[in-house]
Structures are given as C-alpha cells and as structure tokens.
C-alpha cells in the first residue's frame, strides 16, 4: 500500500495529480476516514451523518467517486450521490436538503490530468488541506474492509436547483430585453446541464463549447460576449466580441453598480481588487472589507459582515442571495440582469467603469520556491516609502501606483501580480522594479 503524498493537502482543499497523487485508494481511505476524523475533532455532530457528495466531468471523477462513497459507507452514514455537479450546487444542496457534510471531486481550473477533493461542512466551511494533513498518519493506516454499514441514494437535482437560480436572480423581468443577445458559454458538462435548462425557461440564445476557442472563431459567430466557467463552475470569466477578457474586478464594478440600490452596504474585496472599483463601490456608500484571497476566506468574511456582495478578481462573485458564497452561473445570471438594463455593449461598458491603467495579472514561477521569502522583503524594501499592507502577499500603495504580490495557493513555486497606475510610464517603471527583483533570484 502507498502512502498519501503530503503534497496535495493545499491551503483550500486537496489538490495533485491523477492517477500519481490522487487516485481510488486515496479517495477510497479519505472516504473511510474523514467521517471518524470530523466527528473526533467536533467538527462534525456524533449520530447518523447524512453526506452528499458529487463530481465535476473529468473522465477520473468516475471512478474516484466510486471509490470515496465505497469508504463513506464503511461508515454508519447516508450517502447522496449527486452525480456530475458544480461546487456551487453542492453548497445548494448541502443548505436545502441540511446534509451535515458535501464533497466534490474536482480539479477545479487546473488542466485534466489533476484532480482533487473539495469538502464542505453544513454552514459552508471548507475543510482546509493543511488542517487536514495533521491526521496523515491515520489516513496512511492499512484499513480493515468490512461489511457496508451505510446507505447510498442516487438522486438528480437539477431542475431543483435550475429553478432556484431562475427564482433567486428573478432574470425573468429581463427575459425579453435578453433574447436578443447572442452569447458563447465555454463550460464543462456539470456547468452545461444546468444552463440547458435556464437557456429553455428564458428562451435565452446560448451557443455552447466545452473548450476555449481562439479569438478569430469569437468574431466568426459574431457573439454580443463570451462567459466562460471552470470545472467546478464557482468562478466565471468574461470576453468581449474580440475574445478579450475584461478583467474580473470591471465585472466586480458591473455587480456594484447593479446593486447599488440594495442593503445592507457592505462589500468584501481581495487585495489584487483596482482602485477604480474602489472608488465605485465608496461613491456609493458601501463599506469596503478587505479579505485575502481564496473561497475559504471569503465565505467567511461574508457570513461574519452579513455583506451584500463579494468579489474576487480572479473572477470568483459571493452573494448574499447566495448562501454568503460563489457561484458562477449565479453571478452570469446576475451579468445579465446589469446587462439588460444598459444601452452600450459590455466592452464600452468595461471602459466606462475602468480608470487608469490597469494590466491582467501576471505569473512568475521562481526557480527557487525558498527564496519567495526574500522576494518579498526586497521589494518591501525598495518601496518602503509607500503605504504597505501584508494580509495577503505583498500590497503596495501610492498616489500614482497600486500592486498586489502574493504566492499562489495553487500552484507551489508561483508568484502572481497585480497591477496598476495612472499612466504606462509609471506602470511600466513600477513593473520594470518588481521584474528584475524576481527574476535576479
């Protein structure tokens, strides 16, 4: 038997490559312990646990959710097997039907050849990979096989949970100004069943693909925009006609301006977040929380200010109306409803709400994942007279540039920024500094 690989336990949730990392057997003891481990640690009532657990549609899903229901059931539990469904479903579930504890297997963005385990408690706290990995050495312990003690139901809820969008968003006062909008989903399956039927209800002209396609095939089916949704569906990015994405905090500054009629004012923003949105967000009353990055995070910064609205810049949009958390069709739903209400098309839109100059974000993966440390202190160093705040990496402002520096929780090794400022000579100066730090290390 090997043992479980200490590297996929992450910050959020379990992540690492299949079959090396992540495989049945993993799955098969995750599911045979963890139930034990929660109720131990309090973190889970002591009585007949009803769990429900789900998969998004990469071809391992199958036979990895196989493999953790046959471990659940090991256990005195009742089992609810979803099927292929998006983590924002999950937490739909989990809420309605009061499962004390949700699983999905997912990769979330990453490509197909990873996959992970996001787990869920009833008030939608992620059970964090590192907090996990305390516990490794009673997942690596030989397991006992015996007879199944549990109980497996397998259920569809996607109309349920399609209608309860369709409620929730009330996009139906829109219907009729959103035919006429021509408009290309990028998704996987989980994502696809749900909008199948949302595109039926609203008579909504939805063209759909399962990958990225380039640009020129975007200006051929002459689309109005583009939404694309990763595996697990809770995050949504946005393209123009050209196939151009507009940055996640412009769409943040759509949402504000939608529900700047709304209470209570409150609005949890990450640290990578422009000061355009900002702004926005202040002219209209709101008061402005700050949470670092990261699902885990934010739901918590929502449900603890009872906030409207949160929004990522990675492009992951928390809601009120939403159980505190993310959902990407959720906030598409939502997109549109701005939409339809506005005369100009999404990208002169973009423009309006977007001041200065603003760049997408940039990767660098550092040779030396040890020397990140000192990235950081030299670059803290060298711009020591701005305003500086370490919450969640490295943000650094001034009256004529903002950056946000942080190690991605993701992908070990990688360092993302931010950036922007009033002009391209200063942004190009201020990206010139933080460039030749990271790269001379």
Excluded at 56 to 74: C, F, M, Y
Excluded at 102 to 117: D, P, Q, R
Excluded at 143 to 159: D, P, Q, Y
């Amino acid at each position: 038997m090997e043992t479980i690989s200490q590297k996929i336990f992450l910050t959020y949730d379990i992540r690492g490559r299949y079959p090396k990392e992540i495989n049945g057997d993993v799955l098969w003891r995750l599911g045979y312990n963890l139930p034990l481990i929660l109720q131990k640690q309090k973190k889970l009532p002591h009585r007949r646990l009803k769990i429900v657990v789900g998969r998004d549609s990469r071809p391992s899903g199958a036979v990895l959710i196989k493999n953790l229901i046959q471990g659940l059931l090991q256990n005195n539990v009742e089992v609810v097997d979803a099927g292929v469904i998006t983590a924002p479903m999950l937490y739909f579930l989990i809420k309605k039907h009061h499962f004390d504890l949700g699983f999905i297997i997912t990769g979330s963005h990453l490509s197909e050849n990873y996959t992970g385990l996001k787990i869920y408690t009833q008030e939608l706290n992620a059970i964090s990979g590192n907090w996990l990995l305390q516990f490794i050495d009673i997942l690596n312990r030989p397991a006992t096989v015996g007879l199944t003690k549990g109980k497996l139901v397998r259920k569809n809820f996607l109309n349920d949970y399609s209608q309860f969008l369709l409620q929730k968003t009330q996009i139906e006062k829109k219907q009729k100004a959103l035919q006429q909008k021509n408009i290309l989903v990028c998704c996987p399956k989980a994502s696809q069943l749900i909008l199948e039927i949302v595109k039926k209800e609203l008579k909504l002209n939805l063209q759909f693909v399962h990958r990225p396609i380039p640009k020129r095939l975007i200006r051929e089916r002459k689309c109005d925009f583009v939404v694309q949704f990763d595996s697990d569906g809770d995050r949504m990015h946005v393209f123009n006609q050209k196939g151009e994405q507009i940055l996640g905090d412009v769409i943040g500054a759509f949402f504000v301006e939608l529900m700047k009629n709304k209470t209570p004012k409150k609005t949890i923003v990450d640290y990578r977040c422009g000061r355009f949105l900002i702004n926005l967000a202040r002219h209209y009353h709101f008061r402005i929380i700050y949470s670092p990055a990261g699902h885990g995070f934010f739901k918590q910064a929502m449900r603890k200010n009872k906030a409207l609205l949160g929004i990522e810049k990675s492009g992951h949009y928390y809601w009120k109306d939403f159980f505190f958390a993310d959902s990407g069709i959720f906030s598409f739903l939502m997109l549109l409803k701005f939409l339809a209400s506005e005369k100009e098309n999404i990208d002169e839109l973009a423009r309006q709400f977007m001041k200065g100059v603003v760049l997408p974000e940039i990767n660098f993966k550092v040779k030396n994942p040890n020397q990140i440390g000192k990235i950081f202190q030299k670059i803290e160093k060298i711009f020591a007279k701005a305003k500086i705040n370490k919450s969640d990496g490295l943000t650094v402002w001034s009256k004529d540039f903002k950056f946000n520096l942080r190690a991605s929780q993701t992908e070990p090794g990688t360092l993302r920024l931010n950036i922007e400022a009033i002009n391209e000579t200063v942004l190009q100066e201020t990206l010139s500094i933080i460039k030749k730090i990271i790269n001379n290390q």
